[in-house]
């Protein structure tokens, strides 16, 4: 039997994250799938983003938190009926509130393959120092 440490924040982040993406669905039900992981000096963010390009993506940070905005456009496909429609297009946007102060200023992205990864730096203040024993 394995004991998993509970986190009261890391599960009002994760029913924060369910909230918001009920009303970030937009007319099509388009909402990229996001990872989300932490390292002692960094978040890093990467989410799937098929089809667009980087001038289809538009990432702020503002007050400890990331937003990531985006548009996929509608193929245009000349048919008279669509027997299935899978993937969403339109506009979409995500939020992540970010629990630690972080460095904005070096913040990064990189989009290859459809998939873009966010490093977000914390700040010197924030990442763990160990203090040696006189």
Same mark, same amino acid.
Not at 97 to 104: E, F, G, K
């Given at each position: 039997?394995?004991?998993?440490? &509970? ?15 009920? #009303? ?5 039900? &388009? ?9 002692? !000096?960094?978040? *890093?963010? $990467? ?5 667009? $390009? ?20 509608? %193929?245009? *496909? ?9 993937? #969403? ?7 992540? %509130?970010?629990?630690?102060? *972080? !460095?904005?200023?070096?913040? $990064? %992205?990189?989009?290859?393959? #459809?998939?873009? /990864? ?5 700040? %010197? /203040? ?7 024993? /006189?």
């Amino acid at each position: 039997m394995a004991f998993a440490r &509970w986190d009261p924040l890391r599960d009002l982040l994760a029913l924060q994250e369910r909230f918001e993406r009920l #009303g970030d669905a937009g007319a099509a039900g &388009w909402i990229p799938p996001v990872d989300v992981y932490e390292t002692a !000096d960094r978040f *890093v963010l $990467t989410a799937e983003l098929p089809g667009l $390009t980087r001038e289809d993506i538009d990432i702020q940070f503002h007050d400890g938190t990331l937003v990531l905005q985006g548009r996929r456009r509608e %193929a245009p *496909v000349p048919c008279e009926q669509y027997h299935r429609v899978e993937r #969403g297009h339109g506009k979409f946007t995500r939020r992540f %509130a970010l629990p630690s102060a *972080v !460095d904005a200023e070096r913040i $990064t %992205a990189d989009f290859r393959e #459809g998939i873009l /990864s966010i490093t977000v730096p914390k700040a %010197a /203040s924030a990442v763990p120092r160990r203090i040696e024993v /006189s």
